[in-house]
T-cell receptor, first 113, second 117 residues
Framework: DSGVTQTPKHLITATGQRVTLRCSPR?????VYWYQQSLDQGLQFLIQ???????AKGNILERFSAQQFPDLHSELNLSSLELGDSALYFC????????????FGPGTRLTVL | AQSVSQHNHHVILSEAASLELGCNYS??????LFWYVQYPGQHLQLLLK??????LVKGIKGFEAEFIKSKFSFNLRKPSVQWSDTAEYFC???????????????FGKGTHLIIQP
């Protein structure tokens, strides 16, 4: 158990819909990262938040957005869903500046039908 | 932009064999290097990391990796593998960003390791 929690574990929805994935970082970690894992694209970095502010952006689509709240939990919002958005979405957290590496949550498996 | 290349997509070994998984990265600046393992049905787990100092780093479960700067490589090794090492192994890099901290990880495609009893 890494200490990073994600909900829900599984999500099944239809094309065109909008979903929200939730992540709670390890206690004391200020940085939250979101990743997408799919068979064809592999593991891809989407976006990073640090203490409530966006810090870095990766291959995140415009239909996707995220935010980090004052209690440091983060949400990833996926809208206008397409079949190709079906993937595992991981959240990771880290303590900035310590070089401790990122610790991953169990992921949310999204299936778009 | 950073990129990571893992040489072997699938590796099959017998128990007690020695393991070396190759990883090369492409980036012009200073990077942090990682190996992660993903057991079937589980999340990514940090095996080991390199930020600076001794280029030979030791991680959990008997794994180690050597950073060779001149070759842009960070190969993972284990002298004697066990059946329980069957998993997907990912090499990853990130770099420092202005304002402090490090950016998101760039992962390789992964190596699927199967250990036969």
């Amino acid at each position: 158990d890494s200490g990073v929690t994600q909900t829900p574990k599984h999500l099944i929805t239809a094309t065109g819909q909008r979903v929200t994935l939730r992540c709670s970082p390890r206690s004391g970690d200020l940085s939250v990262y979101w990743y997408q894992q799919s068979l064809d694209q592999g593991l891809q970095f989407l976006i990073q938040y640090y203490n409530g502010e966006e810090r870095a952006k990766g291959n995140i689509l415009e239909r996707f957005s995220a935010q980090q709240f004052p209690d440091l939990h983060s949400e990833l919002n996926l809208s206008s869903l397409e079949l190709g958005d079906s993937a595992l979405y991981f959240c990771a957290s880290s303590v900035e500046g310590t070089g401790g590496g990122q610790f991953f949550g169990p992921g949310t498996r999204l299936t778009v039908l | 932009a950073q990129s990571v290349s893992q040489h072997n997509h699938h590796v099959i070994l017998s128990e007690a064999a020695s393991l070396e998984l190759g990883c090369n990265y492409s980036y012009g600046g200073t990077v942090n290097l990682f190996w992660y393992v993903q057991y079937p049905g589980q999340h990514l787990q940090l095996l080991l990391k390199y930020f600076s100092g001794d280029p030979l780093v030791k991680g959990i479960k008997g794994f180690e990796a050597e950073f060779i700067k001149s070759k842009f490589s960070f190969n993972l090794r284990k002298p004697s593998v066990q059946w329980s090492d069957t998993a997907e192994y990912f090499c990853a890099v990130n770099s420092l960003i202005s304002g402090g901290g490090a950016d998101g990880l760039t992962f390789g495609k992964g190596t699927h390791l199967i250990i036969q009893p």
